[in-house]
Structures are given as structure tokens and as C-alpha cells.
């Protein structure tokens, strides 16, 4: 039996992914958060899995990687310093970081890049994201990965080149922008459409999901994968050989 620890278990994804593990029977699960602390201490975990929030994801990337846990993340709305603090727990342990998990949006990803080279910078592109009412960082982790996909393949650095939502005299779109919208309603699970426009025709690449046990099953499939890595960063392709 895997010893799975999940932090950020008694969210809304974190219980997904506990209930899952432990229908499975594979894993041992055990759970912490803000609330909560771990009953036991990291030495008694195979591998953990965060889905809280930013400084929760700091926190437990800290503890994994002194203990030499490997650790899936898939917590959304670090900051660029965040980000380097994470990478450089990565010398101790082997860290997987995904916006989303599903095999889906991860074909999305591949799709968007693939597009977007194919197309060229003729083609207009945009990014529309929608949300349930609850979920507290915008644009979602996943429309920031498509945004930087299609900046890397034109070139652009997307900190630079997202355009978040237009208002007002806001002018003449340019080519070297990429729109970012981001809807929040309802309990809206998570949608994601990138649009291609051109003179003449458009191309709407969309992925909806349905149900959270979709990123739960690519979490646990994430940690199962991770098990047994040497240190070092890791993302979602790596796992569905999409690299
Ligand atoms: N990678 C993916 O496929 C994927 C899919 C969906 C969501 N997400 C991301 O996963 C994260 C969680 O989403 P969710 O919908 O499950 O949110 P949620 O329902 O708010 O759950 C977050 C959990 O983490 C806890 N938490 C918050 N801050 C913490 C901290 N500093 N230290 C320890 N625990 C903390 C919360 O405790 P309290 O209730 O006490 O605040 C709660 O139990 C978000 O970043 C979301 O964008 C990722």
C-alpha cells in the first residue's frame, strides 16, 4: 500500500482525491490543511499531494523536501517568486507541478501548441475561462499555461503579452497580444476555449470539465508516476508522455 498524503484534504478536490484513493485500496491515506495538522510526520509518506493554496503549497514543498517526499502540486495562483521558491526545493525532491490534471486539458495544452505554430500570429488568440463562484485566483493556473504555450510559439513572453479583459477606448487589437478572460458563476467545474481567429474563419479549441474526479484520477495517476523519481521538476505531460 502507497502511504498517500493529501494536503488541502478537506477541500473540495483534496476529497475527491482521498475518496478516490481510498475506494482504490491501494493507498493509505492520511490528511492535513490549514485546520488540520498531520498526525504523522513526512517520514511516514510515500508521496504527498497539495491541492490547498499558494502558501500552503510552500509549506508543504518545504517539509517534502527535507524529508525527500515527492510531491504532485496541483494548488493554482503561485506568483513568479513562488514559483522559484518551488523550483528550488526541486534539488532535494522530485516535484510534479500541474494547473490541471485532467488527460484532457493536458491534450488541450499539446492541441493549443501544436495550433498555434501551425497558424502563426495571423491568427488572433484568445483565451476564455469559466468558473465556479468559489474559486479565489483569476485567470484559472490552466488559461495561464495556454497563454504561455501560445506566447512560446510566437515568441512573446506572456507576463507581457496577456491582455486580461477590455474596457473603455481600449484600441486597436495588436498583434502581439493574447487575450485572457476569465467567467465566474455557479459551480461551473472548469471551461476552457482558445480561439483562433483569422480573416475568414475561426478555430475554437474547448475542453469542458464535468466533474472533479477527472483531476483527482490524474492526480492519483500523477503520484503513482512520481513514486520512485529522482529529484528534480516534473509536469503533467511528462506522466502522459506528451513532452
Ligand atoms: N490541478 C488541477 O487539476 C486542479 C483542479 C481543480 C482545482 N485546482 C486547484 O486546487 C486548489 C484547491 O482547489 P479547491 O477547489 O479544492 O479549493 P478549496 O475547496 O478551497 O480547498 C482548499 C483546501 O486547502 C486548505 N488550505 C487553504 N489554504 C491553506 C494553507 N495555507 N495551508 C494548508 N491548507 C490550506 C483549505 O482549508 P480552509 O477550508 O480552512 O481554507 C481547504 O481545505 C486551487 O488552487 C485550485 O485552483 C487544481
Redesign the pocket.
Known amino acids: 500500500m502507497t502511504r498517500l498524503h493529501v ?2 484534504g ?5 476529497r475527491a482525491i482521498v475518496l478516490m484513493a481510498k475506494a482504490s485500496g491501494a493507498y493509505e491515506v492520511s490528511i ?4 488540520q495538522k498531520a498526525a504523522e510526520q513526512e517520514a511516514a509518506w510515500d508521496i504527498a499531494i497539495d ?3 499558494p ?2 503549497s510552500l ?1 508543504i514543498a518545504a517539509r517534502c523536501a527535507a524529508a525527500g517526499v515527492p510531491l504532485v502540486i ?4 503561485h506568483t513568479v517568486d513562488e514559483l522559484d521558491q518551488l523550483r528550488a526545493d526541486t534539488a532535494r525532491t522530485a516535484i510534479l507541478l ?5 488527460v484532457g486539458v493536458n491534450l488541450l495544452f499539446w492541441l493549443t501548441g501544436k495550433a498555434s505554430e501551425i497558424l502563426g500570429p495571423e491568427y488572433d488568440a484568445e483565451i476564455v475561462e469559466l468558473h465556479h463562484r ?4 483569476s485567470p ?2 490552466t488559461a495561464n499555461r495556454l497563454g504561455e504555450i501560445i506566447a512560446e510559439t510566437r515568441s512573446l513572453q506572456f507576463d507581457k503579452a496577456g491582455r486580461h479583459g477590455r474596457k473603455g477606448f481600449s484600441g486597436e487589437r495588436t498583434r502581439n497580444e493574447i487575450g485572457v478572460h476569465a467567467l465566474r458563476g455557479g459551480d461551473i467545474v ?1 471551461e476552457h476555449t482558445v480561439y483562433f481567429a483569422g480573416s475568414g474563419e475561426r478555430i475554437e479549441l474547448t475542453h469542458r470539465a464535468s466533474s ?1 474526479d477527472t ?1 483527482a484520477k ?2 492519483l495517476r500523477a503520484a503513482d508516476w512520481l513514486l520512485g523519481k529522482p529529484a528534480g521538476w516534473y509536469e503533467m505531460r511528462d506522466v502522459l508522455g506528451l513532452a
Open positions: 494536503h488541502g478537506d477541500g473540495r478536490l483534496g492535513s490543511g490549514r485546520e491541492v490547498s493554496q502558501q500552503g509549506a496541483g494548488t493554482t495562483g500541474s494547473p490541471n490534471f485532467s468559489l474559486k479565489k485566483d484559472s493556473g472548469g472533479r483531476f490524474g492526480a
